[in-house]
């Protein structure tokens, strides 16, 4: 995958928004009530971050121990980092649904 790719695939989500609140070099993808589930980090490295579900992110972290890490900066339990080049687009439209519908759910009143 490319970086075009990967930006298009967490524009495809319903209500996406892309901003850089961090800077010129990070694009931050939110859904409509401003909940970010993305981001892309511009320059050399090919690497994106999202939201996981905790047992999900380390399964994911144990199957692709040099592609997928915890996330700079953000809370590892909940972010992971991937490095997009070595996904199939299809795998990489299911990390970013899962990550999209983590902060999208509903809560229960």
């Known amino acids: ?7 298009e695939s ?6 996406a928004n892309e901003c850089t609140p961090f800077g010129d070099d990070v694009l931050v ?13 511009l320059g050399d490295s090919a690497i994106a971050s ?5 047992d999900r992110a380390i399964e994911l972290r144990e199957k692709y121990p040099d ?3 915890p996330a700079y900066h953000m809370n590892k339990k909940h972010w ?4 997009y080049e070595h996904f199939s ?4 439209d299911e990390l970013v649904q899962h990550s999209f519908d ?7 009143k």
């Open 29 to 41: 993808f939110k859904n409509n009530a401003g909940k970010m589930y993305g981001l892309i980090f």
């Open 89 to 92: 687009s299809s795998m990489f």
């Open 1 to 7: 995958m490319n970086i075009e790719e990967v930006r």
């Open 102 to 108: 983590l902060v999208t759910k509903k809560k229960k």
């Open 50 to 54: 999202m939201k996981c579900d905790p």
């Open 67 to 69: 592609i997928v890490i």
């Open 80 to 83: 992971n980092t991937i490095l």
């Open 10 to 15: 967490f524009l495809r989500m319903p209500e």
